[in-house]
């Protein structure tokens, strides 16, 4: 079986790098049935993406080239069982639970296919300035410094990145532990320290929300296709779903019902019971393995 517990080692790389690359964590029958999985959505034209919407404000109604290429579907773990199922897979949930603690949620969950663009060349790409944020939306900009470890998003690589101008995403290494602003390179365009996260299909990365990253244009080769599931505290607000209706939580696992928002009394996302978070055996059972 495949290794899912987290070494000490891996939770140090973590806490340095702000990110850890699990490579193979997903076999080929598994890539295959997500992928078309997004196809399918893509093929009923479910897009769905408001925070463009966002984008477009904040960034004076402009859309970078990558943006305009992009299908970008959420709440995709609500939209069909494939997606539903990897919510609690344990080679995605056991590091999670690891880093963060049982006491956990979903906060979203996203499918983005980034379609090579034509109108940049790998030149004007190495120059331009590109959407460098910290996750969970406006929290990084309201809160005050040093800022808290409050989510974890893992990424799921279906198609691989072997180079640069691939659609990568861009991270700065450590830059979850900034104080401040990034800084740029003023003749490049990029922050300091900048690398491009290169990934085989099958491969997950877990970042943390802090880590200061970017989605970079596809200008080579073929559309790159990867899903990002975003867990973080579960007195936090979900970012892509509200209230789950509670027939469909019904028919799901105490963790899935857990992750999906669940709660016994009405200050439950507060102050949980241990009925609230089942996942608090499962880690006790992990952390046993490991020692
Ligand atoms: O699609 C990408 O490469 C980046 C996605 C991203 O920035 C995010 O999920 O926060």
Redesign the pocket.
């Known amino acids: 079986m495949k290794q899912v517990v987290l070494s000490e080692a891996d939770i140090a790389r973590f806490e340095s790098d702000g990110f850890l690359r699990l490579p193979a964590a997903l076999d080929d029958g598994e890539v295959s049935a997500l992928l078309a999985g997004i196809a399918k959505l893509q093929a009923d034209g479910a897009a769905n993406d408001d925070s463009r919407a966002w984008w477009r404000e904040f960034h004076d109604g402009a859309l970078t080239p990558q943006a305009r290429e992009s299908f970008d579907f959420r709440n995709v773990a609500m939209s069909e069982l494939v997606f539903e199922d990897l919510v609690d897979a344990p080679r995605i949930l056991v590091p999670i639970t690891q880093i963060l603690g049982p006491r956990i949620a979903l906060l979203s969950s996203?499918a983005?296919v980034?379609a090579p663009v034509s109108d940049l060349t790998v030149e004007q790409l190495s120059r331009t300035r590109l959407?460098w944020?910290r996750?969970l939306g406006i929290s990084s900009v309201e809160m005050a410094h040093p800022q808290p470890r409050l989510a974890v998003?893992a990424?799921i690589w279906l198609t691989p990145l072997t180079g640069s101008a691939q659609?990568?995403?861009r991270v700065v290494p450590g830059s979850h532990r900034l104080v401040g602003d990034l800084a740029f390179d003023e003749l490049t365009n990029q922050p300091h320290g900048a690398i491009d996260m290169l990934a085989d299909a099958g491969d997950i990365v877990l970042f943390e929300q802090r880590l200061w990253?970017?989605?970079?244009p596809n200008i080579l080769g073929q559309a790159?296709v990867?899903l990002?599931y975003c867990y973080g505290y579960r007195w936090l607000r979900p970012q892509d779903y509200g209230e789950v209706e509670p027939a469909r939580l019904a028919g799901m696992s105490p963790v899935r019902k857990q992750l999906f928002g669940a709660k016994t009394t009405v200050m439950g996302h507060h102050l949980p019971t241990s009925e609230d978070v089942p996942l608090a055996a499962g880690l006790a059972e992990w952390e046993g393995e490991r020692s």
């Open positions: 996203h983005a980034r959407g944020h996750d998003k990424a659609g990568a995403m990253h970017t989605a970079t790159r990867s990002f």
